[in-house]
């Protein structure tokens, strides 16, 4: 996994996010995320500045907020997580997969500078990023980069298909 050590979000992220604005209604809101089968998005201001996160979570608290204290549905940006986690473009991939195995993101906004929103890495990203990096190495070396431990079995007998 060494070769791996050299990848960023910047080699990883995707480019194009769909993004909220603060001013936006909450139902149009969820009806983007609904639309696009994403479970949140990056809010950004009019100048593309990075604000936070509005979730599928963030959507829990309106309806809470709607049944138990009869707030109208109003924008978002109350509802905005502006303290949730992100990484710079330049982050390497280990310390991406570290955050997705330690905290509960699915996906980290990806900054330029302080709060220049440039791209989003999700799971799969990473995932991807690692197909494609193992599928590479097999064309070269007609090896699967499967760790086979020969104390214990040869890789010839080994029941794992690759």
Known sequence: MSNYRNLTARDI??????????????????????????AGAPVV?????????????????????????????TEIRSYVDTTARFVHEDTDMLSIVDIFLNEPYRRLPVLRDRDELVGLVCRRDVLRAFNDGMRKRQKAT???????FSSVTQREDSTIIS
Request: aromatic letters at 6%; glycine letters at 8%; a neutral charge.
């Open 13 to 38: 992220m995707v480019r194009k996010v769909i993004t909220l604005r603060p001013q936006m209604e909450v139902m149009d809101a969820i009806r983007v995320m609904m639309k696009h089968k994403i």
């Open 45 to 73: 201001n009019d100048h593309g500045r990075y604000l936070g996160v509005f979730s599928e979570k963030s959507s829990l608290s309106v309806l809470l907020g709607m049944e138990y204290d009869s707030d109208p549905t």
């Open 142 to 148: 007609g090896d699967s980069g499967i760790l086979y």
